[in-house]
């Protein structure tokens, strides 16, 4: 089996349609001769349903009215997964982010062979749930053999076999309704065939994406049949491992194959709630901490619980966002960038030549939706880690319209963060460095207004969480931080989710 825009229109149309009722527990006041009771604590359950190769942007033209009741009560949110050279949209290297709370460069997995899988450092969340000191029932059923049989691991309770998606639905469902099935994942897969066969722009795929939104609709029937299920607090969760084209097919950056979607209904998720900043990596932690599991810092997880994932200061210039100027490509109606830094930012082009393109003429904010297609296949699809809104200098794309002389010189400046003098701080921020030409990346902090110091330099590629110690010297009350960015014609630098504590 082959495993290889408007992401507001498509989502606005979706929402709008009208929601069928999702099965919720029923609460009540309990009393007792006029005497209050208080009720038991509902015990957590997860289950999350994986619809293989299903592709949002169909989602407004196909019938499918759960799916549609979760998103009206529930969360929903889009993101875009990697593409090469981190690993090819395909199911191998999705399900194991999906299951792991890691990217590929981490777990390993590029391809549907899984040579290279490192699920011994990077495990699947059942296997982590295993591992606590928890007692619960973990269960995985899955038409595509990979999912019980190697992306899930053996220390998992149960890991069953579909021979096909309407068996896998009649199995979980089963022990669903009977069973304990404290942490459950289930994969449907033959969205996936009828996007092969015949592409994501055909009836015959739209038809397949409503079979599977009955067979969701089964699931959460069971669920909601259970004997105990008034005094159990389900967290429901629905997600793809990637898109498809129109014409059929993955494994590549279009942006129908890359984007992904999270749909969440549980306590914490606000009914019809929209998000830009949640990744599929964040399931397997959310799940882990709505379990009562606690996320370990050791596990270098790239994924955080939604519940404590907040905006960053890039991420308010969404509303803000602008449509191209010069670049080509992009719908019309795309908004996704901006050189207006937000409050206590500021961006030096005092050394930048005059011209290039206007998007990218020195620092600027955008979205991956708008940046990664101005110029795919140049490794902008790898910029996985940063979420909404985040800053980029682009030597690359600012240098295809003409410009005078110099290279891209441009500094982005933080805002002052308070710090303590002679006490340590730790600086952390997401970045994206790749070369393609003479450049360099530095970061540089100043002290109390005082004249910019090297923290640390880039030269060679790197895609990581950066997490930086500063010795704070004695008497200083403030620190900045300074990204500055040189490049002739060569690649690029992200930066994300900047933050300094004490």
Do not use: C
């Not at 795309?334 to 990218?360: C, Q, R």
Request: hydrophobic share 35%; aromatic share 8%; proline share 6%.
């Amino acid at each position: 089996m082959h495993r290889s825009r408007s992401l507001r229109s498509t989502l606005a149309a979706v929402l709008a349609l009208t929601a069928l009722p999702f099965l919720s527990a029923v609460s009540a006041d309990a009393a007792t001769g006029g005497e209050s009771v208080t009720a038991a604590p509902q015990r957590p359950k997860s289950l999350v349903i994986g619809i293989d190769g299903a592709t949002f942007a169909t989602f407004g033209k196909a019938r499918m009215p759960h799916l549609k009741s979760l998103m009206a009560q529930g969360m929903t949110a889009t993101s875009n997964y990697y593409a090469q050279p981190m690993a090819p949209t395909s199911s191998g290297p999705g399900w194991s982010s999906i299951a792991t709370g890691v990217w590929p460069d981490k777990h390993g997995v590029v391809d549907n062979s899984f040579d290279g899988a490192n699920y011994d450092q990077y495990p699947d969340y059942a296997t982590r749930v295993e591992a606590s000191s928890s007692p619960l029932d973990t269960l995985v059923v899955g038409t595509w053999s990979p999912i019980p049989d190697t992306v899930f691991g053996p220390a998992t309770d149960t890991r069953l076999r579909g021979v096909d998606d309407a068996d896998t639905t009649a199995t979980a469902a089963s022990r669903l309704a009977r069973t304990r099935a404290d942490a459950t994942f289930v994969q449907l897969d033959e969205v996936d065939s009828a996007g092969h066969h015949s592409g994501a722009g055909s009836q015959r795929y739209l038809d397949a994406l409503s079979t599977a939104d009955a067979q969701v609709g089964r699931l959460l029937q069971a669920v909601a049949s259970r004997a105990d299920y008034a005094d159990e607090n389900w967290q429901i969760i629905v997600t793809t491992d990637h898109g498809h084209t129109d014409s059929g097919g993955h494994g590549g950056n279009t942006p129908q194959e890359r984007q992904t979607f999270v749909i969440a209904k549980g306590s914490g998720f606000s009914p019809g709630s929209v998000r830009h900043d949640v990744k599929v990596t964040d399931i397997a932690p959310t799940v882990l901490t709505h379990l009562g599991i606690s996320v370990d810092p050791a596990w270098q997880l790239d994924g955080r619980a939604v519940s404590t994932s907040v905006p960053d200061s890039f991420d308010p210039l969404r509303s803000s966002l602008r449509p191209a100027v010069d670049e080509t490509g992009l719908p019309s109606t795309l908004k996704g960038w901006t050189n207006t830094a937000p409050s206590g930012w500021s961006i030096d082009n005092s050394a930048m030549p005059a011209g290039g393109v206007t998007e990218w003429r020195g620092w600027a904010f955008a979205t991956d939706e708008f940046w990664t297609n101005t110029q795919t296949g140049q490794g902008r699809e790898t910029n996985v880690r940063a979420r909404d809104v985040f800053a980029v200098a682009d030597s690359d794309e600012w240098d295809d319209k003409a410009h005078g002389a110099g290279p891209f010189d441009s500094t982005l400046t933080s805002p002052a963060f308070p710090v303590q003098g002679g006490a340590t701080a730790h600086v952390s921020f997401v970045s994206h460095y790749r070369t393609d030409g003479p450049q360099s990346g530095d970061v540089l902090v100043s002290y109390d207004g005082g004249a910019p110091r090297p923290l640390t330099s880039y030269r060679t590629p790197h895609h990581r969480t950066e997490k930086l110690s500063v010795d704070v010297p004695a008497d200083v009350t403030s620190l900045r931080l300074h990204f500055r960015y040189t490049g002739t014609n060569s690649a690029f630098w992200t930066v994300d989710q900047v933050t300094v504590t004490r």
